[in-house]
């Protein structure tokens, strides 16, 4: 059986790169909340690590018919079970102590090699070259610069360069780890961008564009050289921020896209992106992964552009979560969103013309 983990924590963890840290407040009630997760996904007979069994059946209860025959357990039963593999939502070294300590046989987790790869490849330095290849021949058609600073004094150059920036720290979880800047930073900003350098080595810059449409390409690489695409996610964020999924068919969310972006000009893009990130990533990562992009306006020409990397996310994503609910008896489109009163809640909203029904809560 496959050991599934929900492990929010996963890109401050990568940020530290250490076996141990103190998970802030917000991630580990997200994990409580919402550990049951990979019950969407897993396969009948595979376990799924939660951070208390009954919380958990507690709150997967709604979403019965749509998950698979999964075990629930806890830290305190894996080094009884017969895992044949471990499948978390992303691999750093805190997870990796995290099991091991509990008992997981080290044979069936990677090693710090493996490890370190993740870490390299999911920088966001690794935009840069990524966008160069993804966009030439067709820059005309494109947008997307993303610019290593080392210094502060670097940052502020190309700010000069341009009205308005994103600088953001190359490990950071969903909208966290970022700043906008228009003009000239602030005292606050700029002692910001200072310790982000001094802590992580080094901030990325990008300009500000005018989005339209956000959207990503969710993929899997099979860690024997192959990487292949699984299907669009089209999402909506706020501030940065995730919100939410669409779920619904391949054809229903080209639609949706192609009011923003020349379909054939995406499907090139995948085209590079499926053999740029075969030779990237090679045998050294086994597992899903997803490229967020988005639709710019042009104000300049007036025309749209297809922003084809913004940021590239060495895990599963939401998107991936998206994929596999289309795969359940939902039969309508829906939106998938988590929301936070008390507790973090998982939804699923049928969506009805402009409006939306809660029918998963």
């Known amino acids: 059986m496959d050991l599934h983990i929900f492990n929010p924590e996963h890109d401050i963890a990568l940020s530290y790169d250490v076996p141990h840290i103190s998970v802030p407040h917000a991630a580990q009630e997200l994990r409580m909340n919402l550990g049951f997760l990979p019950a969407l996904w897993a396969a009948d007979g595979d376990c799924v690590l939660v951070e208390d069994i009954k919380f958990a ?91 290593r600073c080392n210094s502060t004094g670097e940052v502020e150059d190309v700010c000069g360069a341009h009205r308005s920036v994103v600088v953001k720290c190359p490990w950071s979880s969903s909208g966290r780890g970022l700043r906008y800047v228009d003009g000239k930073m602030d005292d606050a900003k700029r002692a910001w961008v200072e310790k982000s350098i001094m802590r992580q080595g080094h901030v990325m810059v990008e300009p500000h564009y005018n989005k339209v449409c956000d959207f990503a390409v969710e993929f899997v690489s099979d860690g024997k050289g192959r990487v292949e695409s699984r299907g ?25 896209i192609s009011r923003y972006v020349d379909l054939e000009l995406l499907d090139r ?17 086994k597992g899903p992964f997803g490229v967020d992009m988005m639709a710019v306006a042009d104000v300049a020409t007036g025309r ?58």
Request: charged share 30%; aromatic share 8%; with cysteine.
């Open 57 to 147: 059946l507690k709150s997967a209860a709604p979403f019965k018919k749509l998950m698979a025959d999964v075990l629930f357990v806890e830290k305190k039963d894996l080094a009884e079970l017969p895992i044949d593999g471990v499948k978390p939502w992303g691999w750093d070294k805190r997870i990796r102590a995290e099991l091991l300590e509990s008992g997981v046989d080290e044979r069936i987790l990677p090693v710090d090699k493996e490890l370190q790869f993740v870490r390299t490849i999911s920088d966001r330095c690794h935009t840069t070259n990524v966008l160069a290849e993804l966009r030439r021949g067709i820059e005309g058609r494109t947008c997307g610069e993303a610019f």
């Open 232 to 256: 669009l996610s089209v999402f909506h964020t706020s501030n940065g921020k995730y919100t939410g999924n669409v779920i619904a068919s391949e054809e229903e969310k080209r639609m949706r």
């Open 269 to 285: 893009v995948v085209d590079r992106m499926e053999k740029l990130f075969s030779d990237m990533l090679g045998s050294e990562y």
């Open 304 to 361: 749209l552009l297809l922003h084809p990397c913004v940021e590239m996310n060495m895990r599963r994503t939401m998107g991936h979560v998206a994929l596999a609910l289309t795969q359940k008896p939902l039969q309508f489109a829906s939106m998938m969103s988590i929301t936070h009163k008390v507790n973090y809640q998982f939804r699923i909203e049928r969506i009805e013309g402009k409006f939306v029904n809660v029918i998963f809560r």
